[in-house]
């Protein structure tokens, strides 16, 4: 009878003769350096003779159960009880259920267990209710001392815990282990009597060539674990090849193992479609991993027995070996009945034991598991593991954002909703089910960006050739980028002009990473997954730069979560006693954004609540948001000099008092100007009026009334020339002492309008908005926003009338056209965060150079005579809210009407965003003002700082 296998090793006549020479050449060592090799048959012996053909078939089972009912586990109990299985693999169980569970099987069993664990980083897979680690392929992606430290007597520690005695640490396609640290965990497990064990081959590539030569090499890394002792050898779902069995000899691996590696241990395979128990037992595997019911596994290998596919002194051997693993396993005792022989597990703890060190002994087992410790450790593994596997024209991360659109398209039916969310914190997507439509858009329109997602264990409706074929037709067409999570795509290592993102799982960690590795929030920093035949070398050199914010927990950033918890607390207390409607807050450390939400809403009578998303008026943080960003560009253009005049680039202010002033004066507020632009005149004729059109507001658009201040409120154009005139005729004051100014950011944004030829908004969009991918932020939001993302303000009763929903809260900004020098931005906190991110790492951003490094310091440094910086304020006595204990000199930002703030600091590489309408429904409110409610969640923050060590749970 021919089985047909997907598994072969060795191909053709010339290889099989290849094969036999191998078997011939070796010969096993003498002295075998596997312990349980070592001992006496005398108990093995006896079980030959005492137990029953069924009971000693059943000791080659280990049943993996899914458990997934009680019916399920009472029958694994009866099967333990009764003796007819050898061992379980226990996982997906919440930790407690699998801790008394192990006990109740290893109590109730006339023979000790095995107790099986493939998991080859950690133990903590196992499972359901402790975060996961990654897999092995992704550890394997790791560069060298990464992770490694702490884990080899972590993992022989965790193992002796859960009482497990057969594992599997060690992958030929995952060998994260360095030589000394693998010797060092073979030592670690045979002194705690625990086998260890190996798998291999294509788990993670699984095309190869059908060669010897292949598997020669594939073997290789083994030949020092088998040296140090390898006791078990498990044979992965899949091997290269679909040669037929009778190609070979009987017990051909083995053999090969054996005469070519000199490896005698145990061989494990799994009872599945893709390898059926006659390959396995011609392969020569000992012990049979089995997810089917234990009893018709045993009656699959009665039958194997009784129609000769198994060899019966074969079966025997097999017997014995299991065997003598299980007495070394136990230790050696004498027993006047060999099938009670019974040594307690670590885990289930010894019966004589008190109860009290029984549950010390629980309760350090738990604390363990669930140290909070393990989600961030695990997450730093995964952004580590993460690669950009092939960047032909260095594609990635991705740079221009303008000139672009971004498609995501998947051949199957998993959506990826984590990678698209945090994808939109950088650019819009959107789906596309043709991408061939793609190809069509007309010239002239942004180029379009096909962000394939897939997945191999996500069925899809094209053949694997013809997806990979259009893959490389599209290519040649638009930019595509395969982002490709599970194992390693053939076709992708077949096409080197593909951008390949590769993630070895999926999962909703990785996802995210993925998006962020694509824009470059995080960096590239694993290992090529190189291949034979590939075109991707193997190396470990970073492959990409982190040149975006990430978005990550705090503790990548040494902040402890718990203590940002302070900051909800304030929040929700603010809003409860009516300090303000809700706010936003952001904060981003070392390029990370690691805190982000919005609490309360829109306003007291809302329905909705407040979304990271909506767009806030940040009232003067304008100034440092456009004004003085864009002056910054001007200036190292020497376009503009710091000490010009007024009258220098504003022609109509030649010849007045006002036209001396210089752009030093005006970005420090040393001006002499006065506060206030000059507008109250026509906000307190209003105030008189009510008329429906008068001298200088209408109620509907028409004629000269062109300016929208709030809805259906028009302010008459012909005044803004006059507004202009009562400007030049200001006289400043000969003191030029600190004065804090609208106005002085009014003139600077006439000056910057001059040189540009642009209004600020336009400017302020072209050189920084639109190129950083910042998307939330704007002037006159209601021409790009729906009102619903708009955060309203004041319930004005004075002069418009109304609550102002989507219009600046300013009344000169407003009468200004809602675009003025030092009011009228409105954003979210994460875009403030990002433009000061920008700031952070000192003028480049997404690849992209903003201003030179020392034009950043220049404007931002306190060294001109008061505590302001250019356009930046500095913390004062004056600003309560400026001040807070652990910051320097260095921090800089700015304050706004409305209740809002942005400090950075540089030292600390520290971002803090705070937004929120505290002007509703009025400005009586000065409480939140007299409790400082900004300045007490930054001092949180500051609190928070090095709260976190990152270090590996003990056990």
């Not at 060795?10 to 090799?37: E, H, N, Q, T």
């Not at 594992?167 to 282990?177: E, Y």
């Not at 088998?226 to 050898?233: A, E, R, W």
């Not at 704007?778 to 418009?800: G, V």
Request: proline share 6%.
């Amino acid at each position: 009878m021919r089985y047909k296998i997907q598994i072969g090793i060795i191909a053709g006549a010339g290889v099989f003769l290849l094969l036999i020479a191998l078997l011939l050449s070796r010969r096993a060592p003498d002295k075998a350096v596997i312990p349980y090799l070592n001992g006496g048959s005398r108990w093995p012996d006896s079980l030959q003779q005492a137990l029953s053909r069924q009971q000693k078939l059943a000791q080659l089972l280990i049943y993996e159960p899914k458990l997934a009912h009680p019916v399920e586990e009472d029958s694994l109990k009866a099967h333990v009880h009764d003796g007819y299985l050898g061992g379980a693999s226990l996982q997906g169980l919440n930790l407690l259920h699998y801790l008394f569970l192990m006990d109740t099987l290893q109590r109730s069993g006339p023979l000790p267990l095995f107790f099986f664990s493939r998991h080859p980083v950690l133990h903590n897979n196992l499972f359901s209710d402790v975060p996961e680690l990654p897999s092995a392929a992704s550890m394997a992606m790791i560069p060298k001392g990464t992770a490694q430290s702490g884990l080899t007597r972590l993992y022989a520690n965790q193992a002796l815990a859960l009482g497990l005695n057969l594992t599997v640490p060690f992958h030929l396609d995952a060998p994260w282990r360095d030589s000394s640290s693998q010797t060092a965990l073979i030592k670690l497990l045979h002194a705690n009597r625990i086998v260890p064990g190996a798998a291999g081959f294509t788990e993670f590539y699984p095309e190869q060539p059908d060669t010897a030569s292949w598997v020669r090499r594939r073997l290789a890394p083994t030949q020092q674990l088998v040296n140090q002792g390898l006791g078990v050898f498990l044979l992965e779902r899949k091997l290269p090849g679909t040669d037929t069995l009778t190609q070979y000899p009987r017990q051909f691996f083995k053999k090969y193992l054996s005469n070519y590696l000199g490896y005698n241990g145990l061989l494990i395979g799994r009872i599945s479609p893709e390898t059926p128990l006659p390959y396995l037992l011609h392969a020569g595997v000992d012990l049979f991993l089995t997810s089917e019911e234990p009893q018709d596994a045993l009656s699959q290998l009665e039958t194997a027995l009784e129609n000769g596919d198994w060899n019966r002194q074969d079966f025997r051997k097999s017997f014995q070996k299991a065997m003598l693993v299980k007495q070394w396993m136990y230790g050696s005792r004498t027993a006047k009945d060999p099938i009670a022989f019974y040594r307690p597990i670590q885990a289930s703890l010894p019966a004589k034991q008190k109860p009290a060190f029984r549950q010390w002994a629980l309760d350090a087992i738990w604390d363990h598991f669930k140290e909070t410790n393990w989600a961030q450790f695990s997450y730093g593994l995964r952004e580590k593991a993460i690669v950009v596997a092939n960047n032909p024209g260095k594609t990635l991360p991705w740079k221009d954002l303008e000139t672009h659109r971004f498609f995501w398209w998947t051949n199957g039916r998993y959506d990826y909703p984590v990678f698209r969310r945090l994808f939109q914190h950088y650019a819009e997507i959107q789906a596309v089910t043709d991408p061939d439509s793609l190809l069509a858009m007309p010239s002239g329109t942004a180029t379009p960006v096909l962000v394939v997602l897939a997945n191999p264990t996500d069925a899809g409706s094209l053949p694997d050739s013809l997806y990979w074929h259009n893959l490389k037709r599209w290519n040649r067409e638009i930019p595509v980028v395969l982002v490709h999570f599970g194992p390693m795509a053939p076709g992708a290592v077949q096409d080197s002009s593909l951008a390949v993102i590769q993630s070895f799982e999926l999962h909703e960690q990785n996802e995210s990473l993925a998006a962020q590795l694509f824009f470059g929030g995080i960096a590239s920093s694993g290992i090529r997954p190189g291949r034979m035949s590939s075109p991707f070398p193997r190396t470990e050199q970073p492959a990409t730069p982190k040149w975006r914010i990430a978005y990550s927990p705090p503790e990548r950033t040494g902040i402890a979560p718990e203590k940002l918890v302070a900051i909800d607390a304030i929040a929700r207390q603010a809003i409860a006693q009516k300090l303000l409607p809700g706010c936003q807050i952001a904060i981003a450390k070392n390029g990370r954004m690691i805190y982000s939400k919005a609490f309360g809403k829109p306003a007291y009578s809302s329905e909705f609540e407040v979304h990271t998303q909506d767009l806030y008026d940040i009232a003067s943080l304008t100034k440092i948001s456009s004004t003085t960003l864009l002056a910054m560009q001007l200036v190292e253009e020497e376009k503009v000099g710091l000490g010009d005049r007024l009258y220098d680039h504003l022609s109509w202010l030649r010849g007045t008092a006002i036209g001396k002033v210089t752009l030093l004066q005006l970005l420090t507020h040393q001006s002499g100007l006065p506060a206030s632009i000059p507008v109250a005149k026509y906000i307190k004729a209003r105030k008189y009026s009510r008329r429906a059109c008068d001298l200088y507001f209408c109620n509907r658009k028409r004629g000269s009334y062109t300016v929208q201040v709030a809805d259906k409120l028009f302010f008459n154009r012909r005044y803004l020339s006059e507004i202009r005139r009562e400007v030049s005729r200001i006289k400043p004051k000969r003191k030029r002492t600190y004065q804090y100014s609208d106005l002085n950011f009014w003139l600077l944004q006439q000056v910057i309008e001059a040189k540009t030829g642009k209004r600020l908004d336009q400017q302020s969009a072209q050189k920084l908005y639109r190129p950083l991918g910042l998307r939330r932020i704007a002037f006159n939001p209601l021409e790009k926003f729906p009102s619903s993302d708009l955060i309203p303000t004041e319930n004005e009763m004075i002069w418009r009338r109304q609550l102002i929903h989507g219009y600046v809260h300013d009344p000169a900004a407003a009468i200004l056209g809602g675009v003025s020098g030092h009011a009228g931005l409105f954003s979210n906190a994460e875009n403030l965060a990002v433009l000061m991110q920008l700031l952070l790492n000192e003028g480049s951003y997404g690849g992209n150079l903003y201003y030179q490094p020392q034009t950043v310091a220049d404007f931002t440094q306190r060294t001109y005579g008061n505590h302001r910086g250019l356009g930046f304020d500095h913390p004062s006595y004056e600003n309560r809210n400026s001040r807070v204990k652990g910051a320097g000199s260095e921090l800089f930002g700015h304050t706004g009407f409305t209740g809002t703030c942005i400090w950075v600091d540089p030292k600390e590489e520290l971002i803090y965003v705070f937004l929120a309408n505290r002007v509703h429904p009025n400005t009586d409110n000065k409480q939140f003002i007299t409790q400082n409610i900004r300045g007490r969640i930054h001092q949180v923050i500051y609190d928070g700082l090095n709260s976190y060590a990152p270090s590996l749970p003990e056990l």
